[in-house]
C-alpha cells in the first residue's frame, strides 16, 4: 500500500534496517495474480525476508507490503502505517487471516506500490481484525480501524492474489484500468521495477 505520510529516514533500530531493497512486481505480473503459500519453515530466511520486506517498502515509501510484491509467493506481510488518529502501527505478519472486517463500508483513497503513482476512492470496511504469526511462529492478532483497517485488509488482498482495482467497479474500474494501461511503467508488462532510494 501507497504512503500517506512517513519520515524520510528511519533509524537502525527499525525493521529493514539490514535488509537488501527488492525490485517491485507491477500489476500485469503474475506473482501478483494467485494466491500466495503457507509458511511452513519459521527460520532465518523467512526473517531475512521480512527484513528485505521492510527495507523495500521504506525505499519505496510505502505503508505496507506483501511477500508477492517482490516476487515471493509467501503469505508474509509487512507493515508501518498510521491509523486515522495518527498512531503507528509497525509490524508483519506470517501467515496472515482476514477473521473479522466491519464496520461502516467507506470509500477511500487507496495506492499501491504495484501501481505506482495512482490511486482509486476503493470501498473499504473501517475496521478489520486479522490473525498470524511472527517470524518465530508466534500466534498474534492485529486490530485495525480507519487508514490502518484499509490496509490490513489491503495486504490481505495481496496474498489471495487480488489488487486494489479488482474492487472497484464501473466507470471506476474502467479509470483505474485506463489509467495503469497509460502509466510509464505499463510498458513493461508488470515485469520488477527498481526501488530508488
Same mark, same amino acid.
Given at each position: 500500500?501507497?504512503?500517506?505520510?512517513?519520515?524520510?529516514?528511519?533509524?537502525?533500530?527499525?525493521?529493514?534496517?539490514?535488509?537488501?531493497?527488492?525490485?517491485?512486481?507491477?500489476?500485469?505480473?503474475?506473482?501478483?495474480?494467485?494466491?500466495?503459500?503457507?509458511?511452513?519453515?519459521?527460520?532465518?530466511?523467512?526473517?531475512?525476508?521480512?527484513?528485505?520486506? /521492510?527495507?523495500?517498502? /521504506? @525505499?519505496?515509501?510505502?505503508?505496507?507490503?506483501?511477500?508477492?510484491?517482490?516476487?515471493v509467493p509467501?503469505?508474509?506481510?509487512? /507493515?508501518?502505517?498510521?491509523?486515522?488518529?495518527?498512531?503507528?502501527?509497525?509490524?508483519?505478519?506470517?501467515?496472515?487471516?482476514?477473521?473479522?472486517?466491519?464496520?461502516?463500508?467507506?470509500?477511500?483513497?487507496?495506492?499501491?506500490?504495484?501501481?505506482?503513482?495512482?490511486?482509486?476512492?476503493?470501498?473499504?470496511?473501517?475496521?478489520?481484525?486479522?490473525?498470524?504469526?511472527?517470524?518465530?511462529?508466534e500466534p498474534?492478532?492485529?486490530?485495525?480501524?480507519?487508514?490502518?483497517?484499509?490496509?490490513?485488509?489491503?495486504?490481505?488482498?495481496?496474498?489471495?492474489?487480488?489488487? /486494489?482495482?479488482?474492487?472497484?467497479?464501473?466507470?471506476?474500474?474502467?479509470?483505474?484500468?485506463?489509467?495503469?494501461?497509460?502509466?510509464?511503467?505499463? @510498458?513493461?508488462?508488470?515485469?520488477? @521495477?527498481?526501488?530508488?532510494?
Open positions: 500500500m501507497r504512503d500517506r505520510t512517513l519520515e524520510p529516514m528511519r533509524p537502525r533500530t527499525i525493521p529493514g534496517s539490514s535488509g537488501r531493497i527488492r525490485p517491485l512486481r507491477l500489476l500485469g505480473d503474475p506473482a501478483l495474480s494467485g494466491p500466495c503459500q503457507e509458511v511452513t519453515a519459521f527460520d532465518g530466511e523467512l526473517a531475512r525476508l521480512i527484513e528485505d520486506m /521492510y527495507a523495500t517498502m /521504506y @525505499a519505496a515509501r510505502g505503508v505496507g507490503l506483501a511477500a508477492n510484491q517482490i516476487g509467501l503469505r508474509v506481510f509487512v /507493515y508501518d502505517c498510521p491509523d486515522d488518529e495518527d498512531r503507528r502501527h509497525l509490524g508483519h505478519l506470517v501467515n496472515p487471516r482476514l477473521v473479522e472486517a466491519d464496520g461502516p463500508v467507506v470509500r477511500g483513497p487507496e495506492g499501491c506500490l504495484s501501481l505506482p503513482g495512482l490511486e482509486a476512492g476503493t470501498p473499504r470496511h473501517d475496521r478489520a481484525v486479522v490473525s498470524g504469526f511472527s517470524a518465530s511462529g498474534r492478532t492485529v486490530t485495525g480501524t480507519g487508514f490502518f483497517a484499509r490496509c490490513l485488509q489491503h495486504e490481505c488482498d495481496h496474498l489471495d492474489g487480488g489488487l /486494489y482495482i479488482d474492487r472497484l467497479t464501473g466507470l471506476r474500474r474502467r479509470r483505474a484500468l485506463r489509467a495503469a494501461a497509460r502509466a510509464p511503467w505499463a @510498458a513493461d508488462g508488470g515485469r520488477a @521495477a527498481a526501488v530508488g532510494g
